[in-house]
């Protein structure tokens, strides 16, 4: 859609757009538009910059008729009062020629100031989780008409651990309503939430914009788990010349923290960590010595590296394979930027294959591989999650699966045999009334009276 003509907007919308001086829709308005003009449920890849901000607002404008209903029909739920701010800013814009009330909610302040504006009433609601929920249950805000649900940064406010609020105000909201969810980056938490609250959604995508792939040359190495990879990416890392300012990515905390501690025996001068157990300030300090270039590594989650202005990245390397491919375009975006070729490495082991096929059908290229060199060591220890689940013996359901791994690992796991015992509760009961009593039982007691 190369116009704002092509939507047929409302001469109040159409005039706020000229104010705006806005000429052309951006591809992200352009994409999200008639999906969310249908009604259906929508989850946008963008981040920042992109435009999202409108591209939700001027479809829901398009729809929200003028009414008097003193609770609002829209809710736009953020992660910080920051955003709560720029939100309520934006779409006071958009509805300059429109009778639009929006009001912004967010924590940290006098509540109950926000409890009088919102008695006054209101078409939309912008807010940040926790105070939004304590409005709720103070019943000085009603869900009960919400039409529309606007979700945004969700990747953000899964990470700084708003799943419970969020959950919770969803159950309050009614069930005929149309979900939009936006998030910068798609996360395994991400698609949990999308599964659990949203109907057969609409994705729509952008890429990061302004960074052209032809920029960065890519590569990958075929890695068999995750201690070779830190073997070969110690390896790497010892031409501190031409790895002079390295991104690595990987999926969550847990491996943010173990790729740190394993690399810091090593590069422990040169090396920081970002993600969202550690404190703002600490983050803070590591981005800091890293764009500096005090430090030479930067180990980071796909979420928290958002957001950050980095330039003059020299490598980014995937320690592993995103789930979403969308997060590779993200990823490898950081490099290459103002004209300067960037460098981009993918580890992948068997199992992250097919991850690794899904981004390359996105970007409909193949990546070159690269030979791991003869003198990495193959890493025989494994993590917890590599480890082979021991199948249970006694278990017939899980025969099949057992004998299909065939020979080696039936002797291992004959080894380490485990009978299947019941649950622990199950074993304690037993131990104290020396015969099997499950909870539901009420009976067994009266029973052993009579006897
Ligand atoms: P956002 O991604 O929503 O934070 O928007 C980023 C910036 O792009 C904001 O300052 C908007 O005012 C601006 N913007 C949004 N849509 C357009 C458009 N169609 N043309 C030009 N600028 C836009």
Redesign the pocket.
């Known amino acids: 859609m190369q116009s704002f003509e092509d939507f047929k907007i409302s001469t109040p919308l159409r005039n706020a757009i000229v104010d705006?001086?806005?000429?052309?829709?951006?591809p992200i308005?352009a994409k999200a538009f008639p999906v969310i003009l249908s009604g259906k449920d929508m989850v946008g890849i963008?981040?920042?910059?992109?435009?999202?901000?409108?591209?939700y607002m001027l479809p829901i404008l398009q729809m929200l008729p003028f009414s008097k209903e003193l609770h609002p029909r829209v809710l736009v739920i953020v992660p910080t009062r920051e955003l709560v701010l720029?939100v309520v800013e934006?779409i006071e814009k958009f509805g300059k020629y429109s009778s639009i009330r929006v009001i912004g909610v967010y924590g940290g302040t006098n509540i109950n100031r926000q409890k009088e504006a919102v008695a006054e009433g209101a078409d939309i609601i912008v807010a940040t989780p926790g105070r939004l929920y304590d409005l709720v249950l103070s019943r000085a805000l009603r869900l009960k008409t919400i039409k529309k649900l606007v979700i945004d940064e969700v990747d953000v406010m899964l990470d700084l651990g708003f799943r419970y609020q969020l959950t919770n105000i969803m159950d309050l909201l009614p069930e005929r309503r149309q979900n939009i969810m936006f998030s910068a980056t798609m996360t395994e938490d991400v698609n949990k939430m999308i599964s659990a609250f949203f109907i057969a959604p609409t994705k729509v995508s952008v890429a990061v914009s302004g960074t052209p792939l032809e920029n960065i040359s890519q590569s990958c190495y075929a890695v068999p788990n995750f201690y070779t990879k830190i073997n070969l990416l110690v390896d790497l890392l010892k031409d501190n010349e031409l790895y002079n300012k390295v991104l690595v990515f990987v999926s969550n905390k847990k491996s943010a923290d173990r790729v740190f501690d394993d690399l810091d025996e090593f590069y422990g001068s040169e090396i920081c960590v970002i993600h969202s157990n550690k404190t703002q300030n600490y983050r803070i300090r590591s981005i800091r010595q890293f764009d500096e270039g005090d430090n030479r590594i930067l180990v980071t989650t796909d979420v928290m590296a958002r957001g950050l202005d980095l330039d003059r990245i020299s490598h980014v390397v995937n320690f592993d394979t995103p789930l979403f491919p969308e997060n590779y375009m993200h990823r490898i975006g950081r490099t290459g930027r103002a004209e300067e070729e960037g460098k981009s490495l993918l580890f992948y082991t068997s199992k992250e294959e097919e991850a690794k096929k899904a981004i390359e059908t996105l970007m409909d290229i193949q990546i070159p591989e690269l030979k791991m060199p003869k003198r990495i060591e193959i890493a025989t220890k494994l993590t917890p999650e590599e480890t082979p689940i021991i199948i249970e013996r006694n278990n017939p359901h899980k025969q099949l699966a057992d004998e299909e791994r065939g020979a080696s690992f039936h002797e291992k796991s004959e080894k380490n045999k485990k009978s299947n015992q019941g649950g622990s509760y199950k074993r304690i009961i037993e131990k104290k009334y020396k015969k099997r009593k499950t909870k539901g039982d009420k009976n067994y007691n009266k029973r052993n009276k009579r006897k």
């Open positions: 705006l001086g806005y000429e052309k829709p951006t308005q963008a981040q920042t910059g992109t435009g999202k901000t409108f591209g720029q934006e």
